[in-house]
């Protein structure tokens, strides 16, 4: 099986604990607990980068472990491991050891794959945790539960409770009928000369496959068929999961319906393969490597 970055996240969630509030509060006390800190957004790094993780000393030194809402993420064989959100809206707290808090695609692709798949599932639950301290139903305030894979609203006649979202989005590589180009395309706000395939949310009342239909229609003007799905990302970026596709165009003229795309062309996959190098192509570029897009335009590159 193909490795994606952020999946294959070793870690064994051990749901049935859940809703035991107090052993879990036991575990992340008890002295063995690896915490991943996550302060506005960012990750803890040594220089090599590889992840930091604090131990409860650490924290027990600098705070008040009663007031922490850590988030239990699971156990790599006998080790518990939770994610923390850290306050500080400036400057993150120094735990006594040096570490480098950074985005984490920023440096994922030095990153073990083990490390940044851990690291993905922490920043997604954190975020959504930040993003979700009200009830969504009545507006009183909602706190964590199920050591933190819910929230509950603390408003008796409500009690609503919820869990963590993750937003599909579908992302597609289409190809034209005679399998010889695929059609990428750019929004103004990549980096110059990035070119990657077609991508898109979800929406209510809506299957994946009627998705890519959609989206692609709306982005470029080109219709599409036979839509195959092959492999998806966890994609934390802030909350999503992308689920790659296959699609095959049943026409070609390119006319973009709405403004995300500024630009979009088929390439053949000399093309591809010319982008950076002197000549026509050679300010153009391909997705980040540890993107679905970019495995979604390197499964298509091998197959000519
Ligand atoms: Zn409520």
Not at 2 to 31: C, M, Q, W
Request: proline share 8%; aromatic share 10%; hydrophobic share 40%.
């Amino acid at each position: 099986m193909i490795h994606i970055t952020y999946s294959g996240n070793p870690l064994d969630r051990r749901a049935v604990l859940r809703p035991n509030e107090a052993e879990l509060r036991a575990i992340f006390k008890g002295g063995a607990a690896r915490i991943v800190p996550v302060w506005n957004m960012k990750h803890a790094f040594t220089a090599t980068p590889r992840a930091q993780v604090l131990s409860i000393s650490m924290l027990a030194a600098k705070v008040n472990l009663d007031t922490l809402e850590p988030v239990f993420l699971g156990f790599s064989d006998d080790v518990p491991w939770f994610a923390l959100s850290l306050p500080g809206a400036d400057t993150p707290p120094d735990f006594g050891e040096p570490a480098e808090y950074r985005a984490l695609n920023e440096v994922v692709t030095l990153l073990p794959g083990t490390e940044a798949s851990i690291l993905a599932y922490a920043r997604a639950m954190v975020i959504w945790h930040d993003t979700h301290r009200y009830c969504g139903k009545c507006g009183a305030t909602a706190k964590p539960a199920e050591g933190g894979h819910a929230r509950v609203c603390t408003n008796d006649a409500c009690n609503h409770r919820t869990f963590p979202r993750t937003d599909p989005a579908v992302i597609t590589l289409i190809e034209n009928g005679a399998r010889t180009h695929c059609l990428l395309g750019r929004q103004a706000r990549w980096p110059a000369g990035m070119y990657s395939v077609i991508a898109g949310f979800v929406e209510p009342g809506e299957s994946l496959e009627e998705t890519v239909i959609r989206e692609t229609f709306e982005e470029t003007g080109v219709r599409v068929t036979d839509v195959r799905y092959l492999a998806s990302q966890p994609w934390p970026f802030p909350s999503s999961i992308m689920l790659g596709f296959r699609a095959r165009a049943v026409s070609d003229a390119i006319s973009r319906t709405d403004d995300e795309l500024e630009d979009a062309r088929w390439f053949t996959r000399n093309d591809l393969r010319s982008f950076g190098k002197p000549g026509p192509y050679e300010a153009l570029r391909l997705p980040n490597p540890f993107s679905i897009a970019r495995f979604l335009v390197n499964t298509w590159l091998d197959e000519g």
